[in-house]
């Protein structure tokens, strides 16, 4: 054996050293790969082109609210009421989608302030079945807003969805007419409603409460529409315009406010609700 193979075979019994698979990430907009922890650190904005990656209800709580906030409990709703099952029942998939989930459901509240201004914030995540708008979604909504009313503050959802929840039907399209009706109580206290669009935020949310804010505001790039593009184009046969249905072009349009980034959010929205808090006073 020369001494060649003797350094090769001594090598090969030396093991190697395990790398964690979430050490990097890539940016679904530029392909650049990213170290995760400062992607994070820059709340999950790419730093080479500025994409804004979606985040979870916890971290998008706890990177908008000052601490002390206090995660208001789900409301309880039937689950199933119409027996559906497809491929799978839908107990199943519920089981499935709260695995690694932390909250009940795809709408959680927490009730806080942003910058010292008091606030109920709603976060819609598109992690938990695509966002979509059910009957707990419903009720959360509802629950938020009579939280708001109860506290005499400002009520801001921030909004993520495919649209409503095919499982349950006429059911979830139910939940269009009852979040307009919570939203006109909370108009009736003279208190502020504000929509922070997050991609995606499409289907019967856009078509409800995700379009009845008295502020509009959307991310950067966020995908928001009702039906889908090429549901769409295929409709009108007419080549949609470049960044239909993105933040910017609604924003051009005039169907939101402002596009504000990320890092920019807490601010714009304190502003806000300090901005509109005497009116909700002289209520």
Request: proline share 5%.
């Amino acid at each position: 054996m020369n001494w060649i193979t003797r350094v090769r075979n001594s090598l090969s019994r030396i093991g190697k050293r395990e790398t964690p698979d979430n050490l990097w990430i890539k940016c679904p907009s530029c392909r650049e790969m990213l170290f995760a922890r400062e992607y994070e650190d820059n709340l999950s904005v790419c730093p080479r082109c500025e994409h804004h990656g979606r985040i979870g209800a916890e971290a998008r709580i706890v990177q908008l609210l000052d601490p002390g906030f206090m995660l208001l409990p789900a409301p309880r709703v039937r689950e199933d009421p119409l027996l559906f099952r497809d491929s799978k029942r839908y107990p199943d998939r519920l089981k499935t989608a709260r695995a690694n989930y932390p909250f009940a459901d795809a709408l959680t509240h927490a009730l806080g302030a942003i910058e010292g201004q008091k606030l109920v914030l709603g976060v819609q995540d598109f992690a938990f079945m695509g966002g979509s708008m059910g009957m707990a979604v419903g009720a959360a909504f509802v629950t938020g807003v009579e939280a708001a009313i109860r506290e005499r503050c400002g009520y801001v959802i921030c909004t993520a969805a495919g649209g409503a929840r095919m499982q349950e039907g006429i059911l979830s399209l139910m939940q269009m007419p009852k979040t307009t009706v919570a939203l006109r109580r909370l108009k009736a206290a003279g208190l502020p409603y504000i929509v922070v669009l997050t991609d995606p935020t499409t289907g019967g949310v856009t078509a409800s409460y995700a379009m009845l804010g008295d502020v509009q505001i959307a991310e950067p790039g966020a995908l928001i529409g009702f039906a889908g593009q090429r549901v769409i184009q295929d409709t009108i046969r007419e080549k949609l315009p470049e960044g239909f249905q993105r933040a910017e072009y609604l924003h051009a349009h005039g169907m939101v406010d402002m596009v504000v980034h990320r890092r920019d959010l807490r601010e714009t929205l304190a502003q806000l609700l300090d901005y509109l808090r005497p009116a909700a006073k002289s209520a």
